[in-house]
């Protein structure tokens, strides 16, 4: 059975860190692409940033760049989200997604995780 669970989410102030975990099981994750995505209420969801396979690159949405870092570690099947100097704009429902390397596998999503910032 294919799970991503997130976690880490909560409330936080301005300025303040938050780092979000991503846990994959069911399928082989070290082949897989992750990313995680946000959605804002009212908002259609968004890319935030991507890691390759193996961890060679990351992309990041120009939002985040510089203050949002993606990882992962194939050992544990685990991804990150670590975000420093959050701001209000980036309250939203983070979730990850695992990116198959065909078409012909599944994309996978997790359930998501609610991060407000707010003073």
């Known amino acids: 059975q294919v799970q991503l669970v997130e976690s880490g989410g909560g409330l936080v102030q301005p300025g303040e860190s938050l780092r979000l975990s991503c846990a994959a099981s069911?399928?082989?994750?070290?082949?897989?692409?992750m990313s995680w995505y946000r959605q804002a209420p009212g908002k259609e969801r968004e890319w935030v940033a991507t890691i390759t396979s193996t961890a060679g690159n990351t992309n990041y949405a120009g939002s985040v760049r510089d203050r949002f870092t993606i990882s992962r570690d194939n050992a544990k099947n685990m991804a990150y989200l670590q975000m420093n100097s959050l701001k209000p704009e980036d309250t939203a429902v983070y979730y990850c997604?695992?990116?198959?390397?065909?078409?012909?596998?599944?994309?996978?999503w997790g359930q998501g995780t609610q991060v407000t910032v707010s003073s």
């Open positions: 997604k695992a990116s198959p390397p065909s078409t012909i596998l599944e994309v996978y």
């Open positions: 069911g399928f082989t994750f070290s082949t897989y692409g």
